[in-house]
C-alpha cells in the first residue's frame, strides 16, 4: 500500500474546542498538528449563510496549509430532514433548493465529494427504537424508497455540478442497503462514507462490512470500537484508532485496492469525548427479522471480537468500559484521542508500503 493513497485528517465539527475556534482555528490547529486536512460535517458547518467569499477564503487557507477540503450536506430521507432546518432555510422553504445551493457552493470551491446520512441516531430512547430502521409510523423499506427516490431528484444537480453524495454507513443502515442506493442512482452521482464503527451496530464485521463498500467508497469516518456481551447482545463502545480490535491493516488493504486512479482517499478521525453508548440485539427477534442480508459470518466474527474485547479488558491490557472516558471530558484527552489514532492510522500505512520492498529483499537474498 502506498501512503500517498490514503491522508489523515481530522472531523471538524468534533474537533475539541471548534466553538472557541470555528473553521478558520480548525483549519490552523490542524496543520499545526501536522495532520492532512479537515472534514466539515455540513458547508453551513463552514459558512451558515454559505457566503461564497469566506468559503473561498476557507479554501485558500487550506490550500495555503497544504490541507484537503472535505465536506457534507446533511439528511436525505424524505421523513427526517426536518431535523435540519438549517437546510430548509437555505432554500426558503424548500430542502432540495437548500441542498442544490449547498452542492454549488461546494462544487465552486472544490469540495466534490459530500457527506450525507439517511436517519440519526434518537437519543430520546435507547432500545430497538433508538434508530429510526426500527420506527413503526413509516416502515424502514418505505424510507428507503422515499430516499432513493430523493436522491434520484438531486443525482441532475450533483452530476451538473461534477459531485457525489456519499451515504454513511451509519448507525440505522446497513453495507447492502446503501450499495443498492448506490447502484439504483449511479454511482457517478452517489457512492459511500465507511464509518467502521457504526456498521457494527448493525451486526456486520468491520473487514466484511469494508469488502462490500470499498468500490463505492470516496469518503471515511475512523475509529475504533470494543464490545462486550450483555443479556440483549451486545455492548458497542467508541475508541481511538489502534486502541479497540478493528483490523484496520486489512480494512486499509481492502480500500487500497480501490484507488488506482482514483486520487488519495482521506480517512477522517472522528473523535469522541465521551463514553459512546450503542446497544447491539442480536437476541431480540424484532432486531433479527430486520435483518435478513444480515451473513452469519458476520454474526460469528462479531462474537470473536467481543470475545477478544473481553478477554484484553479482564487481563488488563486495555480498559474497562467504565474506565476508558474521562470525568469531566477534557479537550486535553479528546486531542490525544485525534493525534493516537493518526499515529495509528500512519503506522498501519507505513507497515504495508514497507512489507513489498521486504518481500523482494527476502527474494533476492
Known amino acids: ?149 430523493y436522491l434520484k431528484r438531486l443525482a441532475p444537480v450533483l452530476r451538473a455540478n461534477g459531485c457525489r453524495i456519499n451515504l454513511e454507513t451509519h448507525e440505522e443502515i446497513t453495507t447492502h442497503e446503501v450499495v443498492a442506493l448506490v447502484e439504483a442512482v449511479g454511482p457517478d452521482a452517489v457512492g459511500i462514507t465507511l464509518d467502521l464503527a457504526n456498521v457494527v451496530v448493525r451486526g456486520e464485521a468491520p473487514v466484511a462490512a469494508a469488502r462490500r463498500v470499498a468500490p463505492y467508497t470516496h469518503q471515511t469516518h475512523m475509529r475504533d470500537i470494543v464490545l462486550a456481551f450483555t443479556d440483549e447482545g451486545m455492548e458497542r463502545q467508541i475508541r481511538a484508532c489502534g486502541d479497540g480490535v478493528i483490523d484496520f491493516a486489512a480494512v486499509l488493504d481492502v480500500l487500497a485496492q480501490h484507488r488506482d ?24 427477534p424484532r432486531w433479527q427479522a430486520a435483518h435478513p442480508q444480515l451473513p452469519m459470518s458476520d454474526v460469528l466474527e462479531l462474537v470473536r471480537l467481543c470475545d477478544l474485547s473481553e478477554e484484553r479488558m479482564r487481563a488488563g491490557t486495555a480498559p474497562g468500559l467504565d474506565d476508558y472516558y474521562p470525568e469531566p471530558p477534557s479537550e486535553d484527552w479528546a486531542l490525544d484521542f485525534i493525534c493516537r489514532s493518526a499515529d495509528h492510522l500512519t503506522a498501519v500505512q507505513t507497515a504495508a508500503s514497507a512489507e513489498p520492498a521486504e518481500s523482494a529483499q527476502k527474494e533476492i537474498s
Not at 472535505?70 to 435540519?84: D, F, Q, R, T
Not at 435507547?126 to 424510507?143: K, M, N, P, Y
Not at 482514483?262 to 447491539?280: C, F, H, K, S, Y
Request: charged share 25%; hydrophobic share 40%.
Open 261 to 284: 486512479g482514483r486520487g488519495p482517499l482521506n480517512l477522517t478521525i472522528e473523535n469522541t469525548m465521551a463514553r459512546d453508548w450503542n446497544g447491539i440485539p442480536l437476541h431480540d
Open 1 to 149: 500500500m502506498s501512503e500517498a493513497l490514503m491522508r489523515v485528517g481530522v472531523c471538524g465539527r468534533k474537533f475539541p474546542g471548534v466553538e472557541r475556534l470555528g473553521p478558520e482555528g480548525v483549519l490552523a490547529a490542524t496543520a499545526r498538528l501536522g495532520r492532512a486536512g479537515v472534514f466539515f460535517r455540513t458547508l453551513t458547518d463552514m459558512s451558515p449563510d454559505l457566503d461564497a467569499g469566506y468559503l473561498a477564503e476557507l479554501r485558500a487557507r487550506a490550500d495555503a496549509d497544504g490541507l484537503y477540503l472535505e465536506a457534507g450536506l446533511g439528511k436525505v430521507n424524505p421523513y427526517n430532514i426536518s431535523e435540519e432546518t438549517s437546510v430548509r432555510d437555505l432554500g426558503d422553504g424548500d430542502h432540495l433548493l437548500g441542498m442544490t445551493r449547498m452542492i454549488e457552493a461546494a462544487a465552486a470551491i472544490g469540495i466534490t465529494e459530500l457527506w450525507a446520512d439517511t436517519a440519526n441516531y434518537q437519543r430520546h430512547s435507547w432500545g430497538l427504537h433508538a434508530v429510526d430502521r426500527f420506527r413503526t409510523d413509516v416502515i424502514w423499506d418505505e424510507q428507503l424508497a422515499a430516499i432513493e427516490r
